[in-house]
């Protein structure tokens, strides 16, 4: 069973920084493609960057050159560092993951339909 558990989150003020983490379990973490989503209240779920299994990564317009997603496969880890938070960046953040082997364009690997697998969320907070 897979199983996705995210921690991280918290309250910043504008301009500061947090680091997400995603531990997985239950499944052979290198063979699947991983992304951070978030969801704002009143808003739908929406992708803010991932990783496939050759490390090679996509951001939504909206987080690039404040965000960084990386992954540790000998951790099981995946992380998003999100340095120049604002409050438009408040929302739960997930972590989610898919099977390698279904191939996804750039702009799927940014959607929700396409990933099976969801953590149950750390919310973040940005005060301005």
């Known amino acids: 069973q897979v199983l996705l558990v995210e921690s991280g989150g918290g309250s910043v003020q504008s301009g500061g920084s947090l680091r997400l983490s995603c531990a997985a379990f239950?499944?052979?973490?290198?063979?699947?493609?991983m992304g951070w989503f978030r969801q704002a209240p009143g808003k739908e779920r929406e992708g803010v960057a991932a990783?496939?299994?050759?490390?090679?990564?996509r951001y939504a317009d909206s987080v690039k050159g404040r965000f960084t997603i990386s992954r540790d496969n000998a951790k099981n880890t995946l992380y998003l560092q999100m340095n120049s938070l604002q409050p438009e960046d408040t929302a739960m953040y997930y972590c989610a993951a898919v099977e390698s082997w279904r191939q996804m364009t750039a702009v799927q690997a940014l959607e929700v339909p396409y990933y099976i697998y969801w953590g149950q969320g750390t919310q973040v907070t940005v005060s301005s």
């Open positions: 239950g499944y052979t973490y290198s063979d699947y493609s």
């Open positions: 990783i496939d299994i050759n490390h090679i990564t």
